[in-house]
């Protein structure tokens, strides 16, 4: 999923993403996710994707350690 935000503003070290085009959605960040020299009124383009192989990693993960979970009682 791509779309586009604009840095509204940034308090504290987060910044105040509004997705366009509505510009009604907030995303709260951390500003050091943004591309340096980043600024309020900036355009940003966001790309969102699943990291497959990742997501698997993490699944089989978990699983081992229900299953020793469940072979210890």
Not at 37 to 55: F, R, V, W
Request: hydrophobic share 40%; glycine share 4%; proline share 5%.
């Amino acid at each position: 999923m791509n779309f586009k935000a604009t840095l509204d503003r940034i308090e504290n070290g987060i910044a105040v993403l509004l997705i366009r085009p509505e510009r009604t959605t907030q995303i709260k960040i951390p500003l050091f996710f943004l591309p340096e020299g980043s600024e309020e009124g900036d355009i940003l383009n966001i790309d969102i994707t699943k990291d497959m192989p990742e997501t698997e990693n993490a699944k089989a993960r978990a699983s081992t350690l229900l299953n020793n979970l469940k072979s210890k009682n």
